[in-house]
């Protein structure tokens, strides 16, 4: 393949690539032996293409190879030496297993997590708080089994349930499951094992008392909301300060979570406390197994929970998440770790460069010159 003279330096998605250990991919790949059956296009080369997809926003098949195509003299800067074809990126999406692009993004996460960390250090705490949601992606056909009803015309779609673990100083995931859209979220929280002294918060859809005893003799303060019905019983009512009244704070109460009728049913001890916000005027009831902090501070951590939102607004808007490039499970898979990848290394260029840019700049920045030999 010739060199045009008319190009020089590296293509923007070059720059990009830099940032993948090939070395590292390689042993990866030899792990798990991804490469088994491929002649040409092995596993780099696939994720490279799956990376050009997902920065270019492509939404079939047609659009990345002939996307490639149109660039053919500059792929041997990305380190492909031929264009795929829609079949063998087909079938390489439906039969590669998901799992080498999984153990790429958690090698990535490794090198780079000490880039991650904001510098502009908030609190104490904020350095030691993990955060816990889940989306859900709907799918043009049933290829998972999504959550509600039938639709009137009995035509269900399917539906992918991301579970995600985020440092909240990294604002990457750091742990990553996916199953079925009308799979329950508690078994996700199950068997997570945290630094000691760590905070973990997450929503009330994730009510697992068991864990949540196991994670108080593990030393690790856990912060949620009261599900509605719950039963607790009230032990002692905490004195509030002036300061707290005037910050939201009602009540503050020490009780015990759990039916005390049912002798076989885990009991819980708790601070239960009330909060006012007074901006959307709402009030909220949290509960946790942290009695150093003061309640108006408890409320603050849970304010923080809304960061993995903003996480997962930000991976819907920037990326190719509405359509997928497969229409099997394994296919899903690999295009929602490849995004991952690509919004790992966004982040780490964006907390690397001196200029401040938004994300959302950045990455319209590389979608429109991706393959434009600018520094």
């Given amino acids: 393949m010739g060199k045009d003279p008319n190009f020089t330096g590296q293509p923007i998605f070059a720059q990009l690539l830099s940032f993948l250990d090939r070395s590292a991919i390689g042993k990866i790949t030899y792990e798990h032996q991804s490469d088994r059956y491929y002649k040409k296009f092995n596993t780099f080369n696939h994720l490279v293409t799956m990376l050009y997809a997902i920065y270019h926003k492509c939404s079939s098949l047609r659009e990345v190879t002939t996307g490639l195509q149109a660039c053919y003299r500059r792929l041997n800067h990305l380190g492909l030496d031929y264009c795929p ?70 035509k269900r779609k399917g539906g992918i349930k991301v579970h995600a673990l985020v440092k909240a100083d990294e604002d990457v995931p750091c742990l990553v499951k996916m199953n079925a859209a009308a799979s329950h979220d508690v078994p996700f929280i199950q068997g997570l094992h945290l630094p000691v002294g760590s905070i973990i918060v997450f929503d009330k859809g994730y009510v697992d008392y068991n864990q949540y005893d196991l994670w108080t003799k593990q030393e690790v303060n856990w912060v949620t909301r009261l599900k509605r019905g719950a039963q607790y019983q009230v032990i002692e009512d905490s004195q509030l300060e002036e300061e707290e009244l005037q910050k939201g704070v009602r009540s503050d109460r020490n009780v015990v979570l759990g039916h005390q009728t049912h002798d076989n049913i885990t009991r819980v001890e708790a601070r239960l406390i009330q909060y006012y916000d007074q901006e959307n005027d709402r009030e909220f009831s949290f509960i946790t197994n942290n009695k150093t902090h003061k309640a108006s501070v408890v409320a603050q951590i849970y304010r923080h929970r809304w960061q993995i939102e903003s996480l997962f607004k930000r991976i819907k808007q920037n990326y190719p998440i509405q359509y997928f490039l497969g229409d099997n499970e394994n296919a899903i898979q690999i295009q929602i770790w490849c995004i991952l990848i690509a919004d790992l290394i966004l982040k780490v260029i964006q907390n690397s460069i001196k200029r401040r840019w938004s994300y959302s700049n950045l990455s319209s920045m590389v979608r429109i010159h991706l393959m434009s030999y600018t520094s």
């Fill in 85 to 154: 074809r829609r079949s063998t990126l087909s079938d390489a999406n439906g039969k590669r297993s998901y799992e080498v692009f999984e153990h790429i993004y958690k090698h990535l996460y490794r090198r780079y997590r000490d880039v991650l960390p904001d510098s502009q250090s908030r609190t104490s705490w904020f350095s030691r708080l993990y955060i816990v949601d889940s989306t859900t992606i709907s799918l043009f056909k049933e290829i998972l089994k999504n959550a509600g009803r039938t639709p009137c015309n009995g």
